[in-house]
């Protein structure tokens, strides 16, 4: 009898399990609901303690392994306990305030395994999402420390640091390879950006945390004190909302957060030093070591916001400057590695108008992309050699994380995905390439029918085709290609698409080529442009960008024009011509959840870009097929860099549109109820071509 698959990984994971079976039991029994020492009066903390608990044994477990995880589990807590309760009793021994008022508090919590297992899992986790995870907690239990100061938050502590040792010790993995002396200096610590946000978060959420953790004690939970409870609270979240902010690289959240901090300094210079001082209630003699250790944190209390303003923004300031530079390189850099580099088949699109340029400060290559809210999307492949692909996407990414900005790497090709997924980057399919191998192409066989009577079609109707460029053409032939193109684009019911899909402004390149398709009075009926394609100096090939049939072109232009191209490419001596990427199409790679997906939107997009019907009949060339990613930091990206590539692809969308592409499927389904009743197929303007 065949094991459930549920089964067969539980089977797998059987310290989790035991643990999520006694995190039950302690929920239904009450026991632990009362287990978390800094929210004695809390029940759901606690049941969020031992969900956490289960959760990070689940990941500890799949990362090391059985033995490992119930290993730190319950050694790095336990030495962390025993550390703290030492340093407790010989504080309180001393004299000590904080460690006096903490003898007799509860030292171990659920939370405490939590951290000790999630800091060792992220020893195995890709670099990107080890310093995250380790920003993070590091955050939250250095929060708790400074502000609610129990005993079980300085154990708690400890028990993240032994954890992550522990972690670092077993799982035997260093960091990423670096690949060069300058990686490995910007790769030792995070990016000042990330420890500022962090240090802003912390101190916006401990001073939330005073206000809820009974007894607070931390060396900084006198914050509170100075401040009425309401005036405590807006702080608090006035500095969160600046973190964020500054996190997606607004200078509105650094101004909040000078703001705030300077407002925080002065009040609590006057409340602990200058009130003090003035009404002489400052005094050094005949105290005590808990009297005076807590007069020199009153007085010094001040000082926390300040070095916070003075030096993290101060550091922060050149970084969200840096944000608002329009461009880092020149587009003359760019066209010339284009020649010299391996930029893929849709390299030549970095070129066009409303792209920016971000060369790497070393010469490796470069990147071309467009800022649209706070997400940098790539033109596809960056432009570089293949052996410094991986520098140049690492460092560029660098850059975007340091001016605020997500980086998207969007119509990428295989390679480029394999990069960034060993970084922990997470990939969608968004669509597929058609690449024809001209070296072995030919219009005989069955399968290419269609392409031989385009093609002998032309010929009896004397429909001949031109290779040349835009700026090449007469005058009548420029006016015509041009009455075409913008014919074509006032046809649409919503929006002409650009981004990655060219129009009448990238006709006129010297670099492009045009195939036209001109009648025997030498009227231009159909017109397709092509990108040049190089690696490593050399044409290799060219990429279909722009497809118009004119009104009086013949049915099968376009099969007519490709099919001349790729006769022309092969007696060139190139290899191959990509007939681009088809936006939304489903390729076998893509998961079940992500084509239905795709499929869906390209169902509801058909009656006005065709874009199914653009699959087909690429199709009829026998191009193989590649995939184009969508390559993103964290799933939690994706939606805010779809609506970037939105805005990107449909600039000018507005309500109205909408509200025609509702109309144009009532066409459409109006159309195919008529053809359906008179026996006939109906074909999309699309598919027509």
């Known amino acids: 009898m065949a094991v459930p698959p549920v089964l067969t990984r539980l089977r797998a994971l059987p310290v989790s399990v035991v643990v999520a079976v006694a995190a039950v039991l302690a929920v239904v029994s009450a026991r632990l609901l009362h287990s978390e020492p800094d929210f004695p009066h809390h029940p759901p903390v606690a049941c969020l303690a031992l969900a956490a608990v289960v959760a990070t044994t689940v990941v500890a477990e799949r990362a090391l392994g059985s033995v490992r995880t119930v290993v730190i589990g319950v050694v790095a807590p336990a030495l962390a306990v025993l550390a703290t309760l030492v340093a407790v009793t ?49 955050t939250v239990v250095l929060t708790l420390v400074l502000f609610a100061g129990h005993g079980s938050d300085l154990a708690r502590a400890l028990a993240t640091l032994l954890g992550t040792a522990a972690g670092a010790l077993v799982a035997h993995r260093a960091s990423r390879p670096v690949h060069h002396e300058a990686d490995r200096t910007v790769r030792a610590l995070p990016p000042a950006r990330t420890v500022v946000v962090a240090t802003l978060s912390a101190l916006g959420a401990g001073t939330l945390v005073t206000l809820v953790v009974p007894d607070a004690d931390g060396v900084l939970s006198p914050f509170a004190d100075a401040m009425r409870d309401d005036s405590t609270a807006a702080v608090g979240m006035l500095l969160l909302f600046a973190a964020w902010l500054v996190q997606h690289g607004r200078r509105l959240g650094v101004t909040i957060a000078v703001g705030v901090l300077v407002v925080l300094t002065v ?66 850099a760019l066209v010339a590695m284009l020649r010299d580099g391996d930029a893929g088949s849709l390299g030549h699109m970095g070129t066009w108008h409303g792209n920016a340029t971000w060369v790497h400060p070393a010469g490796l290559g470069a990147v ?3 800022v649209h809210g706070d997400v940098a999307l790539t033109v596809s492949d960056p432009v570089c050699a293949a052996a410094d692909r991986a520098v140049v996407l690492r460092d560029f ?21 394999e990069i960034l997924a060993a970084d922990g980057w997470t990939a969608l399919p968004v669509g597929v ?115 118009r049939r004119g009104e009086g072109g013949m ?71 590649e995939p ?45 109820a008529g053809a359906e009743a008179g026996g006939a197929r109906p074909t999309s303007q699309a598919g027509r071509r």
């Open 90 to 138: 010989v504080g309180s021994a001393l004299g000590e305030a904080h460690a006096e008022t903490a003898t007799g508090q509860p030292l171990l919590a659920p939370s405490t395994v939590a951290v000790a297992l999630l800091g060792a899992a992220s020893a195995t986790m890709t670099l990107q999402w080890r310093w995250r995870v380790r920003t993070v907690l590091w």
């Open 368 to 370: 071309a992309y467009r």
């Open 628 to 672: 184009l990613w969508l390559v993103v930091p964290t799933p939690l990206h994706v939606p805010r860099v779809a609506r970037a590539l939105a805005t990107a692809y449909v600039p000018g969308l507005r309500p109205k549109h909408l509200w025609a592409l509702r109309q144009a499927h009532r066409r459409t389904d109006v159309t195919a």
């Open 267 to 332: 009040v609590l210079a006057d409340a602990f030093l200058i009130e003090p001082l003035h009404d002489g209630g400052v005094q050094w003699q005949g105290l005590g070591l808990d009297a005076l250790e807590w007069q020199a944190t009153l007085l010094g209390a001040w000082v926390v916001p300040a070095v916070v303003l003075a030096v993290g923004l101060g550091l922060h300031g050149r970084l969200v400057r840096a944000r608002f530079r329009a461009v880092d390189g020149s587009q003359a």
């Open 433 to 547: 390439e058609a690449v024809l191998d001209v070296t072995a192409f030919s219009l005989s066989g069955k399968k290419r029918q269609d392409l031989r009577t385009a093609s002998n079609r032309a010929d009896r109707e004397g429909v001949r085709d031109a290779w040349t460029t835009f700026g090449a053409l007469s005058d009548t032939h420029r006016h015509e290609v041009e009455a075409i193109c913008t014919r074509w684009a006032a046809d649409r019911r919503l929006p002409e698409m650009g981004f990655t899909l060219g129009g009448l402004r990238e006709l006129d390149d010297p670099d492009v080529r045009l195939m036209l398709a001109l009648d025997a009075e030498d009227h231009v009926v159909g017109v397709t442009s092509w990108l040049p394609v190089y690696e490593h100096g050399t044409l290799t090939g060219w990429t279909l960008d722009v497809m």
């Open 555 to 625: 049915p099968g232009v376009m099969e007519f024009l490709i099919a001349r191209t790729a006769l022309r490419a092969r007696e060139a001596g190139l290899t191959t011509i990509s007939l681009s990427g088809t936006p939304l199409a489903v390729h076998p790679d893509a998961g079940a959840l992500v084509a239905r997906g795709s499929a869906l939107l390209a169902r509801v997009l058909e009656p006005v870009y065709g874009f199914r019907s653009l699959q087909r009949f690429k199709e009829k060339f026998g191009a193989r097929h």
């Open 397 to 417: 990414a660098d850059s975007c994380e340091r001016k605020g900005w997500v980086p998207a790497f969007t119509s990428v090709h295989e390679p480029v995905r």
